[in-house]
């Protein structure tokens, strides 16, 4: 089946999800470890973080994984909120055609094909947004184009810094 979901399991419980603490000039880690199953298909968008902050400024991103076998294409990029409506804003401008066929131990970059000039723009700016107002709150969300056809365990981990 094409998945749509949060993989966080108490948001997509429908518990609120943690606050998201952007308070104090210091970088913020999220992470969040999720699993891939057999059934999941083709176009599965996999909702690691909800509603981050589009101002914050990505620092570094690193994706691990199990071997999903033919798991050859895999994308990082941005989603309206699935209360907003879950409409893709940009699903490869963080990362683009990634494979998760060989196991990565965090060894993956989630800001691979970020050109070096923006580097230190804010996630609206690297979404095509003027101001953070046009978007407040976005979701980053893996897609998978070529999901593979083993179960496998992801994880992902997210620095930013305050913009």
Same mark, same amino acid.
């Given at each position: 089946?094409?998945?749509?979901?949060?993989?966080?399991?108490?948001?997509?419980?429908?518990?609120?999800?943690?606050?998201?603490?952007?308070?104090?000039?210091?970088?913020?880690?999220?992470?969040?470890?999720?699993?891939?199953?057999?059934?999941?298909?083709?176009?599965?968008?996999?909702?690691?973080?909800?509603?981050?902050?589009?101002?914050?400024?990505?620092?570094?991103?690193?994706?691990?994984?199990?071997?999903?076998?033919?798991?050859?294409?895999?994308?990082?990029?941005?989603?309206?909120?699935?209360?907003?409506?879950?409409?893709?804003?940009?699903?490869? *401008?963080? #990362?683009?055609?990634?494979?998760? !066929?060989?196991?990565? +131990?965090?060894?993956?970059?989630?800001? /691979?094909? &970020?050109? %070096?000039?923006?580097?230190?723009?804010?996630?609206?700016?690297?979404?095509?947004?003027?101001?953070? *107002?046009? #978007?407040?709150?976005?979701?980053? !969300?893996?897609?998978? +184009?070529?999901?593979?056809?083993?179960? /496998?365990? &992801?994880? %992902?981990?997210?620095?930013?810094?305050?913009?």
């Amino acid at each position: 089946a094409v998945e749509n979901k949060y993989v966080n399991t108490l948001v997509a419980a429908g518990t609120p999800a943690p606050a998201i603490n952007t308070s104090g000039s210091e970088l913020k880690c999220f992470t969040e470890t999720f699993e891939l199953a057999v059934a999941d298909d083709d176009g599965s968008i996999y909702r690691v973080f909800k509603g981050v902050p589009s101002w914050l400024i990505p620092v570094r991103i690193e994706i691990g994984c199990d071997a999903i076998t033919g798991g050859t294409d895999y994308d990082l990029g941005f989603y309206r909120k699935l209360a907003d409506g879950g409409a893709v804003i940009d699903k490869d *401008n963080l #990362m683009d055609g990634q494979t998760l !066929a060989s196991a990565s +131990n965090m060894a993956l970059n989630g800001l /691979g094909i &970020v050109d %070096v000039a923006n580097i230190n723009k804010r996630f609206y700016e690297l979404a095509g947004f003027t101001t953070a *107002n046009d #978007m407040p709150e976005m979701d980053i !969300a893996l897609t998978a +184009n070529t999901v593979g056809s083993a179960a /496998g365990t &992801v994880s %992902v981990r997210m620095w930013c810094a305050q913009g």
